[in-house]
Each structure stands twice: as C-alpha cells, then as structure tokens.
C-alpha cells in the first residue's frame, strides 16, 4: 500500500551544482528512484566527467553548463529541458560556495559572490521553474540551507546571510504556493566531506573539532542527504511544506 511513496517514476527533476559533492549523488539517487534528472552546474570539466561516468545514472540525464546568477542562463535551463520533457516536478537547488574569513577581511565581491550564488541563484531558479510548476498545479522544491541558516558559526558571515535568507525565502515560497499544490522545503546539512569543506576540514585539527560538535559522533556523508532529498522529492512529503530539515548528526538539537 506505501511501497511506492517515495517513487518518483515519470517525474522530472532539476538539480543545480549538480555536478558538486552533494550533488552528483543526489542526482544519481533521483534517477534511481526513477526521475529523469537534469543536471545544470558552471564547472564543465566537472560535467565531461559526469558525462564520461554516465553509467552511473542507469539512465539518459540532461547535463547543461548553466551559471544559477544569471537569468538568461536559469531561463536557458527552463527552455531545453521543456523542449526536452516538456515539464518540470522537482526542483533542487544545491548550487553554492563558501570563502571562511572574519568579516573584516572578506571583501564587497566575496560578500557579492556568496550571497549572489546562493541567495540570488536560488531565488531565481524557483521563480523561473516554479513558474512552469505553478502552471501544471504541481511542484516539489527543495532548497540548500545549512546548520548556517540556524547558527552564527565565526567567519560565516555572508555564507550564514545567505542560508538563513534562503531559510526564510523556503518559508515565503511554501505559503505564496501552498494553494498551487508545490511543496517548498530546505534542508540543513551539517559537515560533509566534499570541495565546499575538504580544505577546512584537512587544515588543523579541524576535523576532530567538527566531529566533537555532533552528537551522532561522524560527519554526515552524501548517503545522508540523498534520503531526505528523496524523501522532500516524493509523495512521501505531500504534508510537509516551509520546513527546514535538520540532517545535522543532532548538530543543532541542543
Ligand atoms: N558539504 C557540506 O558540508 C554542506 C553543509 C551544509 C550545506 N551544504 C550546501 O549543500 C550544497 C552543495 O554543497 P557541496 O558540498 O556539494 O559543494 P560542492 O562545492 O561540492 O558543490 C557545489 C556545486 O555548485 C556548483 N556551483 C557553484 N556556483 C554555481 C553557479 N553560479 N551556477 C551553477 N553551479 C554552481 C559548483 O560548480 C559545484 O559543482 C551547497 O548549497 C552547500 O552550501 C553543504
């Protein structure tokens, strides 16, 4: 009777930073639970590779180098994949970056670059695609917060600006559509090893630090995200909208 609530057969998802850490797996957990997944992220190379290691969808994907901070790139993403599949249910929105320094030496452009990145690009990515999904009366959007979006962590100041606006941009969305059937969430990763934070994490003791902090004892790995991403995608979810959830090791429960 449940066996398919977390199915996500004849859907088609958009994933941005697609190419990344956390998404690479997210797209192959997506294409695994049966979407057709687009994947849009700015770094070619990173691309050609998914593209070279294409076997690990089980599928055909879309890839497209797209840049989430311009809008004529968003509206390019929005063209081929409706000329493509001619819809669009899911929409993920991992694109993003970090520069750790204290505010008083991150620079106006570093500020402008992070908060453009993730804030703008994510800003843009559901008013562009959730346009199409308010058209077809039905949408699932899951964007990329952090345990930033909660927590004042020294020298995050325009990456925690940024994911706490996003926290709050999920909340605005989730009510503006609630009656459109789109479901809008966010999710709050704590610690994962990939480019965002493997030279912070191998810098020091770092590491020891970072794991310390989580009561679960580890930090989280992709395995960890894909589960939620799916289960936000899904049917699974249809109750659920204007949430953060917390995949954190327990990070922020105290
Ligand atoms: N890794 C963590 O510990 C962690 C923790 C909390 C939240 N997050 C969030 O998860 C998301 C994914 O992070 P990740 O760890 O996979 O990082 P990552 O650096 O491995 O991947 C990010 C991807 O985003 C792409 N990207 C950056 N700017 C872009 C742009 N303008 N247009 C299109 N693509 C762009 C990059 O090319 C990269 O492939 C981010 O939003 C990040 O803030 C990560």
């Given at each position: 009777?449940?066996?398919?609530i977390?199915?996500?057969e004849?859907?088609?998802?958009?994933i941005?930073?697609g190419?990344?850490?956390?998404?690479?797996?997210?797209?192959?957990?997506?294409?695994?639970f049966?979407?057709?997944?687009?994947?849009?992220?700015?770094?070619?190379?990173?691309?050609?590779?998914?593209?070279?290691?294409?076997n690990?969808?089980?599928?055909?994907?879309?890839?497209?180098?797209?840049?989430?901070?311009?809008?004529?790139?968003?509206e390019?993403i929005?063209?081929?994949?409706?000329?493509?599949?001619?819809?669009i249910?899911?929409?993920i929105?991992?694109?993003?970056?970090?520069?750790?320094?204290?505010?008083?030496e991150?620079?106006?452009?570093?500020w402008d670059?992070?908060?453009?990145i993730?804030?703008?690009?994510?800003?843009l990515?559901c008013?562009?695609i959730?346009?199409?999904?308010?058209?077809?009366n039905?949408?699932?959007?899951?964007?990329?917060?952090?345990?930033s979006?909660?927590?004042?962590?020294?020298?995050?100041?325009?990456?925690?600006?940024?994911?706490?606006?996003v926290?709050?941009?999920?909340?605005?969305l989730?009510?503006?559509?609630?009656?459109?059937?789109?479901?809008?969430?966010?999710?709050?990763?704590?610690?994962?090893?990939?480019?965002?934070?493997?030279?912070?994490?191998?810098?020091?003791?770092?590491?020891?630090?970072?794991?310390?902090s989580?009561?679960?004892?580890?930090?989280?790995?992709?395995?960890?995200?894909?589960?939620?991403?799916?289960?936000?995608s899904?049917?699974?979810s249809?109750?659920?909208?204007?949430?953060?959830?917390?995949?954190?090791?327990?990070?922020?429960?105290?």
């Amino acid at each position: 009777m449940y066996q398919d609530i977390f199915s996500l057969e004849n859907k088609v998802a958009i994933i941005t930073g697609g190419a990344g850490g956390l998404g690479k797996d997210i797209a192959v957990g997506l294409a695994e639970f049966g979407a057709d997944v687009v994947i849009a992220d700015r770094e070619r190379l990173r691309l050609e590779k998914l593209k070279n290691n294409a076997n690990i969808f089980g599928k055909e994907v879309l890839a497209l180098e797209a840049d989430v901070t311009s809008y004529k790139s968003v509206e390019d993403i929005v063209r081929k994949t409706m000329s493509e599949y001619n819809r669009i249910d899911i929409l993920i929105n991992a694109a993003g970056i970090n520069i750790r320094k204290p505010v008083l030496e991150l620079d106006e452009s570093e500020w402008d670059n992070i908060v453009n990145i993730n804030l703008k690009g994510t800003y843009l990515c559901c008013k562009l695609i959730g346009e199409v999904m308010v058209s077809q009366n039905y949408g699932k959007i899951v964007n990329f917060g952090s345990v930033s979006s909660v927590l004042g962590h020294p020298e995050h100041s325009a990456y925690a600006a940024s994911k706490g606006g996003v926290l709050l941009f999920t909340k605005v969305l989730a009510m503006e559509w609630a009656g459109n059937n789109i479901n809008v969430n966010a999710l709050g990763p704590a610690y994962i090893n990939t480019a965002l934070t493997s030279e912070y994490l191998a810098k020091d003791d770092n590491y020891e630090k970072i794991v310390k902090s989580i009561p679960l004892g580890r930090l989280g790995s992709p395995k960890d995200i894909v589960g939620a991403v799916i289960y936000l995608s899904s049917s699974a979810s249809d109750f659920v909208t204007g949430t953060l959830l917390m995949v954190d090791g327990g990070r922020t429960a105290d």
